[in-house]
């Protein structure tokens, strides 16, 4: 079979791509070791890296290792629980006016699809996961809203409730734009910076405007 | 990055991939005559002990597990090769080469209708404006809807929200295109659709502001200049690049026709409650098209008698 072995790549082919795998791969490819741990080992290292991110969405500094070792169970976990939060506000068959849930778990990642590409078509540098996960990760302080805004509604649905919700609902969509802005901009070309917040800014928007709209039945 | 990745690298469809299939469709042949001949001297030699046979057997499985296994690494390399080749998002990559100022400056430009129609205008075939302001106006028509408390009986809020807008992009993009080559226009696909984006921008204002104050003349006024000055500034540019006045007429009529009904369309549609707020608001001052019983109690009463009287003689 020498001859079949023979099929050679030109080298004028531009290679590219991100070549950094993830630091501390929980594969048991590579690392034979975690097979005979114990599964509540393996659960916990996991929950700790993403309790580590969501810290870091909290407060925002410039620090990678959200970029680094990106995941998506973060994200997913926040999407379902919006999702289901938001699920409550159209019980009524006829008046189909609220999101359901496939409706709103389709925005966010249909949405930071949207996003990944356009800043990636723009001339960035950060891979697709990366952004995705990015992306999903500063959903957090919108889900804290989320949870406020349908405990305040236990209250009471009226005007101070609104307003109470309304600058709530404000504070954690600028928190969540600025967290990511900090995350995702450095990995642009520094003159196209507002080009990639612009989305970013619309996508959290109609989000936010998803929470506040929000009236349980 | 990127850079030369926009241009097909014709050097990536080397021949040898073809004939690396040939070879392995003669070896395959091979293989099997192997095979056949090997199956025959079996048939021949079925007396031989079950030890001697499995080997063979083994020894002729091992090989064709190899083969197997060539064939699926070449069929691999070549379905890598070709999806890198055509499903490259670097086809898109020259259409959002902008700068937020290049952005800024034709959004402005949208608005102002151009005077010079004797010779072609320039239109900048960019791709990241236009889908930014249909994104946009998505965002504002959730929110008029929303605040109108619209029913959708089939499909989601945001299901139609997006259909609609960028239906209507892609949608009328491609039939203005479709005209324009039947009018003979200097248009390419991207530039109409790149024009007709940015004419988006007058109904993104005009809807942004008359979702927010609900006043009927208001809205009207807002349709005729600022829907007017972006499809005239169209229907400008798309003037300038035409030639003969039937084609002009139908081109342009077309556009102008369907640009100012979609605004018309996305305000009444989706904004049922302006009508309420309306009367609440202009109470004593009645709209002139409006028509309310006025009820005179004596006409209504002589009526009334007269109706039970007939009513009683029918029975």
């Given at each position: 079979f020498a001859g079949l072995?023979?099929?050679?790549?030109?080298?004028?082919?531009?290679?590219?791509?991100?070549?950094?795998?993830?630091?501390?791969?929980?594969?048991?490819?590579?690392?034979?070791?975690?097979?005979d741990e114990p599964v509540r080992d393996t659960i916990m290292r996991d929950l700790k890296a993403v309790g580590k991110k969501f810290v870091h969405v909290m407060y925002p500094k410039?620090?990678?290792?959200?970029?680094?070792?990106?995941?998506l169970w973060g994200p997913l976990v926040l999407c379902v629980s919006l999702a289901l939060m938001l699920q409550g506000g159209s019980a009524d068959s006829k008046d189909d006016g609220g999101p359901q849930f496939a409706e709103v778990f389709v925005i966010i990642w249909f949405g930071a699809v949207v996003i990944t590409l356009n800043s990636k078509l723009l001339g960035g540098t950060i891979s697709f996961f990366q952004s995705l996960c990015v992306l999903g990760y500063?959903?957090?302080?919108?889900?804290?809203?989320?949870?406020?805004?349908?405990?305040?509604?236990?209250?009471?649905?009226?005007t101070v409730s609104f307003v109470?919700?309304?600058?709530?609902?404000?504070?954690?969509?600028?928190?969540s734009t600025l967290a990511s802005?900090?995350?995702?901009?450095?990995?642009?070309?520094?003159?196209?910076?507002?080009?990639?917040?612009?989305?970013?800014?619309?996508?959290?928007?109609?989000?936010?405007?998803?929470?506040?709209?929000?009236?349980?039945? | 990055q990127g850079g030369g990745s926009a241009v097909i690298d014709m050097e990536n469809m080397d021949d040898t991939s073809g004939s690396s299939f040939e070879d392995m469709g003669e070896m395959h042949q091979r293989m099997?005559?192997?095979?056949?001949?090997?199956?025959?001297?079996?048939?021949?030699?079925?007396?031989?002990?079950?030890?001697?046979?499995?080997?063979?057997?083994?020894?002729?499985?091992?090989?064709g597990r190899q083969v197997a296994d060539q064939m699926w690494q070449v069929g691999k390399r070549q379905a890598s090769r070709a999806f890198s080749l055509y499903a490259n998002i670097d086809i898109l990559r020259p259409y959002f080469d902008v700068e937020p100022v290049q952005v800024r400056a034709r959004l402005l430009e949208s608005m102002i209708p151009v005077k010079m129609i004797n010779f072609p205008q320039k239109i900048a075939g960019e791709l990241y404006g236009p889908l930014m302001l249909v994104f946009t106006l998505v965002a504002i028509l959730l929110h008029g809807m929303k605040t109108s408390d619209t029913i959708i009986r089939e499909g989601t809020l945001m299901g139609t929200a997006i259909g609609t807008c960028f239906g209507y992009w892609l949608g009328v993009s491609s039939f203005i295109y479709f005209l324009a080559y039947l009018c003979n226009a200097q248009i390419t696909m991207v530039q109409m659709l790149s024009l007709l984006g940015y004419g988006l921008f007058g109904h993104c204002i005009t809807l942004f502001v008359t979702y927010n104050i609900h006043f009927h003349s208001l809205f009207y006024i807002f349709w005729l200049s600022v829907g007017g000055l972006s499809t005239l500034r169209m229907v400008a540019v798309l003037v300038s690049r035409t030639v003969g006045h039937t084609q002009r007429l139908i081109l342009c009529g077309t556009l102008?026709?369907?640009?100012?009904?979609?605004?018309?369309?996305?305000h009444f549609a989706y904004h049922k409650v302006v009508e309420g707020i309306l009367d609440t608001l202009e109470g004593p001052n009645m709209p002139p098209f409006q028509r309310v019983a006025r009820d005179i109690p004596g006409v209504s009463n002589a009526v009334l008698n007269t109706t039970a009287k007939a009513v009683a003689l029918t029975l």
């Open positions: 072995a023979d099929v050679s790549i030109s080298e004028d082919i531009p290679v590219e791509g991100e070549i950094t795998v993830p630091v501390g791969s929980r594969s048991p490819d590579e690392d034979y070791s975690t097979l410039k620090s990678s290792a959200l970029l680094r070792d990106w995941d500063c959903v957090l302080p919108l889900t804290v809203a989320m949870l406020v805004c349908r405990l305040v509604l236990l209250a009471g649905s009226g109470i919700r309304l600058i709530v609902v404000i504070a954690m969509f600028g928190w802005t900090a995350f995702l901009a450095d990995s642009q070309p520094p003159n196209r910076k507002a080009l990639v917040v612009y989305p970013i800014f619309l996508f959290y928007f109609v989000i936010s405007w998803m929470i506040l709209t929000f009236t349980p039945q | 099997k005559e192997e095979e056949e001949e090997e199956a025959e001297g079996e048939a021949g030699a079925a007396e031989e002990e079950d030890g001697e046979f499995l080997g063979m057997k083994g020894l002729r499985g091992q090989l102008a026709a369907l640009h100012m009904l979609f605004l018309l369309y996305l």
